[in-house]
């Protein structure tokens, strides 16, 4: 086709080649009698038959149709002698991979108006049903007022248009394109993949995958991007998780739609730098969910937040809709996905998809799980079938663990001690340890964790990114995302009730917030030093608050009236927890010390001093009669808090012990502890049941599922794991 210079295509002669690509050519052309100048796209293709002139001329209305400040107009089109071509707008500015220095990261400021720019426009076309399917720089043109102009949503006709069945439904740029769409089922979500792999190349200077039409293709459906804080360091987590929940593999765990990614990239460039508190509500929705008048205003649009529905622990039903396979959604489905600004947990690793479909054998084998197309590239296509190829939100196994055949009857090769310190045989159950579901969603450690009240379908985990988040313990998909702190998060506590999430940290704030909408709803600022520990009362009315300044404050949750304050430690307190009957508190401290008070009063019940070092966790057993404290000192212990006499004094972590839990029936105990394993024991006798591996480095919480089949652990290696208790 190359060579059209001179040709009269309707009132147009072709004066010079602008560009090509594997479906089209774009020629500058003037007009025979004005003298105007437009560019013509001349698709490469051949309409034989009638009825194929006719599909294009529906689908050139429905793009000729697309009238936006931000797109391209297309004001004619035609077919002469079977070659179909589009007449539209000419940028003589050029493109923004023109315009835009390349190779280097660009600031912020200069990313985010061209963002919203395009997100504009293509949620736009969204609202009418199109996919772009080729969002990229090139595609991005300056218009004579330097505004932002989407072009080429001829590759959107052209998919539908071209007679080669092979390549229906992957055009597109193999470097932008998303898993699904390189499976040849583009829509929405899919614009948005793309215009996150814009946003990542514009924050680092380059893509984030390398390497011919085949090996980039298959990282985008196997491998992670890499972080962008690896590439650029002085990056805000906030910016970094906004474009990596666009970059997820699986579409429903995207933004629900690129104007909520535009906002949410907006919101989080907002808060780079403040030196106060400025939570953004991110918040989660249900299908029928009503709209409230607001949620943000600074927002574009309006969502609906979801309310808990029912009486007491009702947990809210979070329930993607389905999108058949050769459908698109329609943006009212983006209604039945995660909220607006509910993100995705981090990109699926290699790991999860590989328990599917290996790397190898994608690679090597190719038989009836790979094709490759020409057209200006090789695409991508994985077979369909009920081969898991880690696109959705399928259960993994954490790095380095072991098979579910190799787990079972598992033993620890690291005894126990009783008080007297004689080591005490191992068991296991055979399922125990079996990974559920890893959590990939933080970008930081992940310093705590906690179960949703009542069914356990949620966790909600805090971690030094400054993030807490929410996500399905079944699946890991990511259902909501507070970003109210400024600092690292350090711990976190879901009330009774299911309805309010307390978190705190370094930034020496407690926030209470609603764990539907992510709406702040109290913050606390009475401690005047960092806060390591919140718990609430059972009623699910008062919070107990501990703090570096060495107090544990008491206070009403969402009024923050004053209730009492505990100064009886003389170091930092690390640990505060709430008696089943709300009647006293312990505290542990740096000091070495618990110490059991009346919450009502500060009163001093009684002080433990049976640790060596300090104390960072205390728990009540279920029933209240014992409470275990984990150490500095290597140990657990598990004692009589109306006597001080203790029970168990458990030896099997070889370094400190952090985080740990009761079982709900309070039989057994799991432990956390910085020599990187989390052991599940006997809380009668000290003895081992299973030692957890899976995690890389230090395991910092460990929390029990409220149906005591399932654990919940997390550490440094950034992951939360969800494994089976047994």
Known sequence: ????????????????????????????????????????????????????????????????????????????????????????????????????????????????????????????????????????????????????????????????????????????????????????????????????????????????????????????????????????????????????????????????????????????????????????????????????????????????????????????????????????????????????????????????AQRGISRRALLVTGLGGLALVGGGGALLILARSGTNTGLGNNPTQAPGSASPSAAAGTTSPTGTASETGTPSPTTTTSQTGKVVTTYRGHISEVDELVWMPGTGSLVASASFDRTVQIWEASTGTSRGLYTGHTDQVWTLAWSPNGQYIASAGKDKTVQIWDASTAQTMSLYTGHSAEVEAVDWSPDSTMIASASYDKTVRVWEALSQQFVTTFSGHTDNVWAAAWSPDGKLIASGSKDKTVQIWDAATGTLVRKYTGHSAGVPTVKWSPNGKLIASSSYDHTVRVWNPQNGSTSVVYKGHSDQVYGLSWSPDGSKIASASKDGTVRIWNAGNGTTLYTYRNHQGQVDDVAWSPDGTRLASCGIDKTAQVWLAG
């Open 1 to 352: 086709m190359a060579g059209r210079e001179g040709q009269i295509l309707g009132n147009y002669r072709l004066t010079r080649l602008l560009g090509s690509g594997g479906f089209a050519e774009v020629y500058l052309g003037e007009h025979v009698h004005l003298g105007t100048q437009a560019a013509i796209k001349v698709l490469s293709t051949q309409l034989v038959t009638a009825g194929e002139v006719e599909k294009f001329r529906q689908e050139a209305r429905t793009i000729a149709a697309l009238v936006h400040p931000n797109i391209v107009r297309v004001f004619d089109f035609n077919v002469e002698e079977g070659v179909p071509y589009l007449v539209m707008d000419y940028a003589p500015a050029g493109s923004l991979r023109q315009n835009l220095p390349q190779g280097v990261p660009l600031p912020l400021e200069t990313i985010f108006p061209l963002v919203k720019q395009v997100a504009s426009a293509l949620q736009y076309a969204h609202d009418q049903r199109l996919v772009h399917r080729d969002v990229k720089p090139e595609n991005m043109l300056v218009g004579r007022q330097r505004e932002v102009l989407l072009s080429d949503f001829g590759t959107a006709l052209t998919a539908q248009t071209t007679t080669e069945q092979s390549t229906q439904g992957v055009a597109g740029t193999a470097g932008y394109m998303a898993p699904e769409q390189l499976q040849g089922h583009p829509r929405p979500a899919s614009d948005q993949y793309a215009l996150g792999i814009v946003v990542y190349e514009w924050l680092t200077g380059e893509r984030p995958f390398k390497g011919n039409y085949i090996e980039v293709a298959s990282q985008h459906v196997l491998a992670p991007p890499p972080p962008v804080r690896e590439k650029v360091p002085g990056v805000s987590p906030m910016v970094e998780h906004v474009v990596l929940t666009a970059l997820a593999k699986d579409p429903k765990s995207r933004f629900a739609s690129v104007r909520a990614f535009a906002a949410a990239l907006e919101q989080a460039a907002q808060n780079v730098g403040r030196s106060t508190p400025a939570p953004t509500v991110f918040p989660m929705q249900t299908p029928g969910a009503a709209v409230p008048a607001t949620v943000n205003p600074s927002l574009e649009t309006q969502y609906p937040s979801v309310s808990w529905g029912g009486a007491g622990n009702t947990p809210p039903f979070w329930a993607p809709a389905p999108h058949p396979e050769n459908a698109l959604p329609t943006i009212a489905d983006a209604y039945h996905r995660p909220g607006p600004y509910a993100p995705a947990s981090a990109p699926v690793s290699p790991e999860v």
